[in-house]
């Protein structure tokens, strides 16, 4: 069965400092996994995704994640932490033949002044 | 352009009242979705269309209703709803479904006394 991971439920970073959010993820399957933002009282928006190929994902506002399938994770990388990403961050799996996301628990992102 | 809209935005309803929630996306998608979410949680999936027709119901009680008028429309029909349906109630669309990005709209917060 998929299942995904959010490793930490809240992460709190300095201004300007770097992000690291992470996620593992099991499938049976070469996966899709994505990464959404929502801030409070706000829909999801998709930071990015990754479909098996670059393992190094580019997305919006200077986000990345890297796909290591020997250590089955997928971890949100940013160089430098901004007021305005303080938000519920959600890593996400869907697996062959399926429409169904499964989702983690969020990790609540905390951007200190 | 990804935009998934709905309304209202907010909706305060009685237990005895009849209320909907609509949902429309014009980017040609052909899956539609509708998900709850509680405070602090990720969002739960409750009803998937495809081509118009429902080919997910995840066991959601019958006090709520989804219809798919058309292939841009969705509609969630709500009727003797109890307090604890209170939510956030997310709509997304991917573009057929299977392993496809959804995108989500930015929900309709729902109050229900």
């Known amino acids: 069965a998929q299942s995904v991971t959010q490793l930490d439920s809240h992460v709190s970073v300095s201004e300007g400092t770097p992000v690291l959010l992470r996620c593992n993820y099991s499938s049976s399957y070469s996966p899709s996994l994505f990464w959404y933002v929502q801030h409070p009282n706000k829909g999801l928006q998709l930071l990015l995704k990754y479909t098996s190929a670059a393992t190094l994902v580019k997305g919006i506002n200077g986000f990345e994640a890297e796909f290591k399938k020997s250590e089955t994770s997928f971890h949100l990388t940013k160089p430098s932490a901004h007021m305005s990403d303080a938000a519920e961050y959600f890593c996400v799996v869907i697996t062959s033949g399926t429409y169904k996301y499964i989702f983690g628990t969020g990790t609540r992102l905390k951007v200190l002044a | 352009d990804t935009e998934v809209t709905q309304t209202p935005k907010h909706l305060v309803m009685g237990m005895t009242n009849k209320k909907s929630l609509k949902c429309e996306q014009h980017?040609?998608?052909?899956?539609m979705y509708w998900y709850k979410q509680k405070a602090k949680k990720p969002p739960e999936l409750m009803f998937v269309y495809s081509y118009e027709k429902l080919s997910i119901n995840e066991s959601v009680p019958s006090r709520f209703s989804p219809e798919c008028p058309n292939s841009s429309l969705l509609n969630l029909h709500l009727h003797a709803l109890q307090p604890e349906d209170s939510a956030l109630y997310l709509c997304a669309s991917s573009q057929d479904g299977r392993r496809e990005t959804q995108y989500f709209g930015p929900g309709t917060r729902l109050l229900v006394l």
């Open positions: 980017m040609g998608h052909r899956a």
